[in-house]
């Protein structure tokens, strides 16, 4: 390892807390210098496939030139203004084109940061929109396993965990309900109309629960208990934070669902990774809610870069890219080409629970250990990777594929292909390995 990298390295160990890692025991951070389409390039000049779209979010590759002038137009024209008590046209036009692609209830658009800030805002509106109306309902309900965020709203209504232990105590009340399946759906509605008068909304990741480990279940079932939340009178968010801008296969999760929520949450691919920002959307009916003559009815909310012109423009730009014939021709490819890998990997004996929805694909390496964020074959599957040039971060020893669109079939079956090797190269010495000639 040459002396430059070693400076980064030591340097960025001196400084930098990085997230969702026990500093003691980590390795030294990969010193990244350069991005390149699905490529992301170190200061040794080593390349890596970005499978994992840097946390879910890179949508189109990095530093796409397309997206990079947009944002340095923008730069030279303006680059941030207060959005209270004033307005821009990236902002405008970018609720004005948002809007015309999400359920038609979608009427107004709120900004924030991130998808946890965008998650804050739907809970506070929910809340408050009760309070507004006169009616005494805090309950929350939302899926087992969920995963909306970390601040201490959005961490409240996710999953109990090891990651939410040290803050126990200091989290809201939230019911928390199995995700809907046949046999429970029946149970679901009795357990909902029980509270539905005390619930303010039902929280829920539609389609993929990322974070818990890409647990997927159907759109049927789900619309089944959207239809009854509204017949109860439950207001609805859907988290569309990483299944938003094509992951699923369609433009948005809602794209696979009849019913419609009350509100929507979005951020990751929203600017096609280029910058942070979040958005969350609402219906006419919640914007109203807030509507008076009264000042203490309004949205106390906001944040310093909320609608910031520069993040605008890229997800502006990033919208244009994704509606393009190539971008969905391209978001069909690798949905077909996990299709036919999922059929591969199923038949190797060290692989269980093989599922996909859109451009997700997920997959269990079987281990003496319990399927686990902390099951100990992950560290080791996630440096061999690297190794091999390939950026994967296996969630324990669920592995999975969030590929950039712009990823070619080559650059996939490669990806396919090491999975293969690396699966075999730490199989079971009982089990029989799966050929990667299968790809061909």
């Not at 941030?80 to 609720?95: D, K, M, R, W, Y």
């Not at 809201?172 to 759906?185: G, R």
């Not at 080409?337 to 629970?353: A, G, I, M």
């Amino acid at each position: 390892m040459n002396r430059v990298i070693q400076s980064l390295q030591s340097r960025d160990k001196a400084v930098n807390w990085h997230p969702y890692t026990q500093m003691k025991t980590a390795g030294d951070a990969v010193p990244i210098v350069k991005g390149k389409g699905v490529y992301l390039y170190d200061e040794d000049g080593k390349k890596y496939i970005d499978a994992v779209s840097s946390w879910w979010v890179t949508l189109h590759g990095h530093a796409h030139p397309y997206i990079a002038e947009r944002v340095f137009q923008q730069l030279n024209t303006l680059e941030q203004v207060i959005f209270a008590g004033f307005t821009h046209e990236p902002a405008v036009q970018l609720s004005e084109n948002l809007l015309q692609l999400l359920p038609e209830n979608q009427k107004k658009v709120f900004y924030s940061d991130n998808g946890s800030t965008a998650v804050e805002a739907a809970l506070k509106m929910c809340i408050q929109y009760a309070y507004n109306s006169g009616k005494e309902k805090t309950k929350i309900l939302a899926f087992k396993n969920a995963y909306h965020g970390d601040t201490f709203g959005a961490m409240s209504v996710s999953g109990r965990s090891v990651w939410t232990k040290p803050f126990g105590s200091m989290l809201f009340e939230v019911v928390f309900i199995d995700i809907p399946n046949v046999a429970n759906l029946e149970s679901l509605k009795i357990q909902i109309k029980d509270l539905a008068e005390e619930t303010a909304c039902f929280i829920y990741e539609p389609l993929v629960q990322g974070a818990a480990g890409m647990l997927m279940y159907e759109a049927r079932h789900l619309d089944e208990l959207m239809k009854f939340c509204r017949a109860e009178e439950i207001l609805m968010i859907q988290d569309e934070v990483f299944t938003g801008f094509g992951r699923t296969g369609k433009l948005f999760a809602a794209n696979h669902l009849t019913q419609m929520p009350d509100i929507m949450c979005f951020s990751k691919g929203l600017t096609g990774g280029t910058m942070p920002m979040g958005i969350t959307t609402c219906s006419q009916e919640i914007f109203n809610a807030f509507l008076s003559d009264d000042k203490y009815k309004t949205l106390f909310h906001g944040h310093s870069f909320t609608a910031n012109p520069l993040a605008c423009t890229a997800a502006l730009a990033s919208m244009e890219l994704l509606l393009q014939e190539e971008t969905v021709a391209a978001i069909d490819r690798i949905s077909r080409q996990h299709s036919d890998f999922s059929k591969t990997l199923s038949k190797h004996t060290d692989v269980e629970n093989v599922r996909q929805t859109g451009t997700i694909l997920a997959f269990e390496y079987k281990t003496d250990q319990n399927t686990s964020y902390f099951n100990q074959i992950g560290k080791v599957l996630y440096d061999e990777f690297l190794e091999r040039g390939i950026i994967m971060r296996p969630l324990g020893n669920v592995m999975y594929l969030v590929p950039p669109y712009c990823i070619t079939p080559e650059e996939l079956n490669f990806v396919y292909q090491n999975i293969l090797e690396v699966l075999n190269a730490f199989k079971n010495p009982d089990h029989c390995p799966t050929d990667a000639a299968d790809l061909e």
